[in-house]
């Protein structure tokens, strides 16, 4: 029997600033999704990287003196060092700036420039740097982004066109079919609503004024748009096409659910099957922005609750689709909960009474008895898999408070086995279970569970 495949991709990140809490946030999802499907025998294939060509880009490098190539240069090491960090398993970090990616890119824009697809025409419209997007006046509040506060710029300039209209039937029956699936069902809603009250524009795909950027081969004079540019790295990065789930934040859904499809088709590739969104990250109820002093760093974040509780921590702070608010204030309490009571207790009690019980054999868990965390893993419900887990746990503690165990080792031997047996075994599946979540923490429990070693997991904030 063939293996069965799986292929997600994070949104390309942009090489304008180092990584934050939010990038972090998607990338461990997928992460933790990819080693879920690996532990369930599949061939799964987690491609991540970065955006590195545009306006915002080579703004941002003219403000730090340095080249655009330099900058990403630099930003992409801080990514993929925060990945190293925070035990990201990738298969792919590809980069726009390739020579692989442009030559892909400069073929795919002569093609449908060939087929009339794209043609040369003139844009109007207001632009914002900060999402790389021409806005419709209903997008903007008193003339600026919502996004980014700022304001969007008016401009006029030739520019090559692709056709979008064309396809806003088939587009609307493909997300209907769930053949181009948005996930969770709210999204698939809101973009349906906007595709039906909403006629899809022709897309401006060029700009004349950005020079950072790959030139158009049928007119150097004008580089490609960024977001046409971004997307086929979904592509280039692949190892097998097409992919089953491209993650996103809210924020980037609008282009997911039409440009992206809508360019796939024109170039004759199979769409995707579809995207998951999840939403933003608040930090006290807010945005988190340096002005108001909340943002929460991932790199305080990783001192304070290492690599796994780290992990653990951003996905289990709130339900996956939905905003999750958080405080550091309240990380650490269920840091302390949670992780350094609750796991962490129950790992060193039932060690500790493991020492002088013989003889004992645990057998690897088997996950596919564990239909309920499986749906829930593959509803991308995190939080709710992160619960069943710890129902265990703390039916553990529990158990262990009301049998007594270290007295039962003194009167009542077959009695002390029984309850030992049925630790180890629970112990084991937790371990099991947050493989995906927390690598490192879920094999030094199977470790010390075969050699009996003590290794004190997470120490009390
Ligand atoms: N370069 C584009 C994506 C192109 S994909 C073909 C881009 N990059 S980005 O650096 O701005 O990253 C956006 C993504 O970061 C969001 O979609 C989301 O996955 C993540 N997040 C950014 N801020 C976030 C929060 N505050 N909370 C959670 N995730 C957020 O857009």
Not at 121 to 129: A, D, H
Request: charged share 30%; aromatic share 10%.
């Amino acid at each position: 029997m063939s293996q069965k495949k799986f292929f997600i991709t994070t949104p390309v990140y942009y090489a304008n600033a180092q990584p934050h809490i939010g990038h972090a946030y998607t990338t461990v999802a997928s992460d933790v999704l990819v080693r879920f499907k690996k532990m369930n025998g599949e061939d799964a294939f987690l491609l991540t990287g970065m955006d590195e060509h545009g306006a915002k880009i080579a703004q941002k490098a003219e403000t730090e003196n340095k080249t655009p190539q330099e900058l990403v240069d630099e930003i992409s090491e801080g990514f993929k060092l925060l990945w190293e960090k925070l035990g990201i398993d990738y298969d792919v970090f590809t980069r726009t700036t390739e020579k692989k990616h442009k030559n892909f890119i400069r073929e795919a824009v002569q093609k449908l420039y060939d087929n009339g697809i794209i043609y040369k025409g003139e844009y109007e419209g207001k632009y914002c740097v900060g999402c790389e997007q021409f806005k419709a006046e209903s997008d903007l509040v008193d003339g600026k982004c919502p996004d980014h506060n700022t304001e969007a710029e008016l401009m006029r300039e030739e520019s090559y066109l692709m056709k979008m209209g064309t396809e806003q039937e088939w587009l609307i029956k493909m997300i209907k079919e769930d053949k181009f699936a948005i996930r969770p069902e709210r999204y698939k809603n809101e973009v349906l609503s906007f595709l039906k009250n909403n006629k899809l524009e022709d897309l401006s795909i060029s700009r004349k004024n950005v020079n950072w950027g790959i030139p158009l081969p049928f007119d150097e004079s004008h580089t490609v748009y960024v977001w046409f540019d971004a997307f086929l790295s979904y592509v280039t990065g692949a190892k097998f096409w097409p992919s089953d789930i491209n993650l996103i934040g809210k924020d980037i859904l609008r282009v997911h659910s039409t440009i992206w499809p809508i360019m796939l088709k024109h170039l004759g590739l199979e769409i995707s099957r579809g995207l998951f969104v999840h939403g933003h990250i608040l930090s006290d109820g807010k945005k988190m922005s340096k002005t108001l002093g909340n943002v929460i760093g991932i790199d305080e974040m990783l001192e304070q609750f290492g690599k796994d509780g780290t992990r653990y921590l951003l996905l289990s702070a709130g339900s996956f689709g939905e905003d999750i608010d958080i405080t550091m204030e309240r990380l650490t309490e269920k840091y302390n909960a949670d992780l350094a009571n609750g796991l962490g207790n129950l790992v060193s009690r039932v060690i500790t009474l493991s020492s002088d019980f013989e003889g004992l054999q645990v057998s690897d868990f088997e996950i596919e008895n564990k239909k309920e965390f499986v749906n829930l893993m593959n509803d991308f419900a995190f939080d709710k898999a992160l619960d069943y887990v710890w129902k265990i746990v703390r039916e553990s503690n529990k158990y262990i408070e009301e049998t007594k165990p270290w007295e039962l080792k003194k009167t009542k031997r077959d009695k002390f086995a029984e309850v030992m047996t049925k630790l180890r075994a629970d112990l084991f599946l937790v371990a099991g279970l947050l493989k995906p979540f927390m690598p490192e923490t879920s094999e030094k429990i199977k470790k010390q569970l075969t050699n009996g070693v003590k290794d004190i997991l997470f120490k009390r904030l």
